[in-house]
């Protein structure tokens, strides 16, 4: 970064010429196309007073089972306590070990931690943000009890190395999926592919509510039913108390409105995959510098972009001056989990996972959202580019 750029303040940086306003996430355009669905289903509802669990969250878990080609799907309070009731339901105790991403949301960490189980950090690929599997052998240790690889911003971690490392061990693989339903590894969607999925339904993902909720995906008849009972408080029948379990039950309310939104989910992924082939397009077109680095999409899997997440060394002076051209971004995440102060008790320093730190610093989201149009991408890209001349 030019030295002229570091030492101005926000207010002094040039501004470009006049765009239009560009939001990161527009869910009143979302909600426009489909008003009228949405509306029937929440009076349908309604008019059931029938609002904890019941046969709208039975309907939406069929449906999520099948688009993700499980046995098994079943609906809980929220991504985090997805997370949480995977664990609860493969027996993760006080002092075990659970291996996962420290480039991540607090969720994924802090839903071992809950269990007092201790989360052992991997450091990422670089190109993928994913959990490197290259380094996941040698984090194992006796008392490892399961990996969860992240699939961040609806990109497959390398699945098929994580399974087999799993497998030569003998532990369970839980899917941290909550950015990624509808993505797929080779020819299978992810939270179809470890031992139990993790999907999150808040309104930012991209089947999201309008609220919290979440699922938990698995082939594994046993821990569906051991789930059942644990998302209501350890009950198989009311006041009945089998295991210590936790209320996590999904609203008919959310249920509804996420079975008419699962409809257009497909169609939702294919724009949302438009819009990262009009992005590339675009950096192609515009020649920006060779340190601003697109999201890689390997071969093997078939990203959803949650989020479209470039790198680039100058992230918050770039962030910055976007913000002042009207294009809103997002930082995901500003620092790792192992520098974080709820998990210091775990002894990690900066610097044990520089790939992560370094995405940490870099990483910068612009707008995916299926409803973005062609001339809002063209404003974000000329606006990165008008930022590079004045670098220059």
């Not at 309907?59 to 995977?86: K, N, P, R, T």
């Not at 379990?245 to 438009?274: E, F, P, V, Y």
């Not at 790792?336 to 790939?355: I, K, Q, R, T, W």
Request: negative net charge.
């Amino acid at each position: 970064m030019a030295a002229h750029l570091l030492n101005q303040s926000e207010s002094s940086i040039p501004m470009g010429p006049a765009i239009a306003n560009v939001p990161f996430l527009d869910l009143k355009a979302q909600f426009a196309e489909i008003r009228d669905e949405i509306l029937d289903a929440v009076t349908r509802v309604l008019e059931s007073q029938s609002f904890i669990l019941g046969p709208e969250v039975e309907a939406l878990e069929h449906e999520v089972a099948e688009y993700v080609g499980v046995g098994f799907a079943i609906g809980c309070g929220s991504g985090s306590d997805a997370l949480l009731l995977a664990q609860m339901a493969i027996g993760i105790a006080p002092e075990d070990e659970v291996i996962t991403s420290p480039f991540t949301f607090g969720a994924t960490g802090g839903s071992i931690a809950r269990l007092q189980a201790r989360p052992v950090f991997v450091d990422i690929n670089s190109d993928t943000f994913n959990l490197d599997e290259r380094q996941l052998e040698a984090a194992i240790t006796p008392r490892t009890r399961a990996i969860m690889p992240v699939h961040l911003f609806g990109l497959p971690a390398n699945i098929d190395s994580i399974l087999e490392i799993a497998a030569k061990r003998h532990l369970p693989v839980i899917e941290d999926a909550a950015q990624a339903i509808g993505a797929r590894w080779k020819d299978r969607c992810v939270g179809s592919l470890g031992t139990l999925g993790c999907f999150s339904f808040f309104p930012s993902k991209n089947l999201g509510g309008a609220g919290d909720g979440g699922m938990i995906t698995t082939n594994d008849s046993q821990l569906a039913q051991r789930l059942l009972i644990l998302r209501v408080h350890g009950a198989r029948k009311k006041y009945q108390y089998e295991l210590l379990g936790i209320n996590s039950r999904l609203d008919a309310l959310q249920a509804a409105i996420l079975r008419i939104k699962l409809t257009h989910l497909k169609d939702w992924t294919l724009r949302r995959r438009r819009n990262a082939e009009r992005y590339r397009e675009l950096f192609a077109e515009y020649n920006l510098p060779r340190q601003l680095v697109l999201p890689c999409s390997p071969e093997p899997c078939f990203q959803v972009y949650n989020q479209y997440s470039i790198r680039v060394p100058e992230r918050d002076e770039l962030q910055r001056y976007l913000r002042n051209q009207g294009v809103s971004t997002e930082v995901y995440y500003p620092s790792p989990l192992h520098v974080e102060p709820a998990f210091s008790y775990l002894g990690y320093s900066a610097g044990d996972f520089p790939n992560a730190e370094a995405a940490c610093r870099e990483a910068l989201s612009l707008p995916i959202y299926p409803e973005l149009t062609f001339s809002q991408q063209r404003a974000v890209i000329a606006a990165i580019s008008h930022f590079y001349e004045h670098e220059a």
